[in-house]
C-alpha cells in the first residue's frame, strides 16, 4: 500500500487499514497537537487557500442557476483546521443562495465541520461512496495541504 509506505516510521503504519476510526484517531491527535510549521509553508497554504477561493467565486458569479449546490468532499479545514475553511470564506463573501455538502472519512472530523458550520451538511463517507443524488453546480475532491 503507497499509503502505509508513506507511513513508515509512524507508529501507527502497521495498523493502517482504511476505515474511519484509523483516520479518527489521526483527527484526533492533529486536533490536540499544535505544530510549528515554517514560514515559507504558510505562505504557501494561504496562496492556496486564497486561490481556491477566488476559483470558487468565480465559478459561483458565473453560474446561471438560482440555487448553487456544493459539494466538497475533504471536510479537514471546516472541522479541524479552520483557519483555511474555504466553505465559511465563500459562505461570508457570495449574495448568492448556496446549499453546502460536504463528507470526509473520519466521522469526527464531520461531525466537527457540522457543529461549527450550522449551515452544511455533512456525513462520513469516501468518495468511492457518494452518498448524495443529484447534481452539484461544483464539486471539490480534495485541497492540498
Known sequence: ??????????????????????WDLRALKSDVQVKRIDDVYKVYKRIMFVSLCLTTLLNIKCHKGKTIKVLKTDL????????????????????????FYGMDIPHYVAAKAVNRLRYISAVQSSITHIPFRGSFSMRYLFYPQ
Open 1 to 22: 500500500m503507497l499509503i502505509a509506505t508513506l507511513l513508515r516510521g509512524n507508529k501507527e503504519a502497521k495498523h493502517y487499514e482504511d476505515h474511519p476510526s484509523y
Open 76 to 99: 479537514w479545514n471546516e472541522g479541524i483546521e479552520c483557519t483555511t475553511d474555504v466553505i465559511f470564506m465563500i459562505n461570508n463573501i457570495s449574495n448568492r443562495k448556496i446549499l
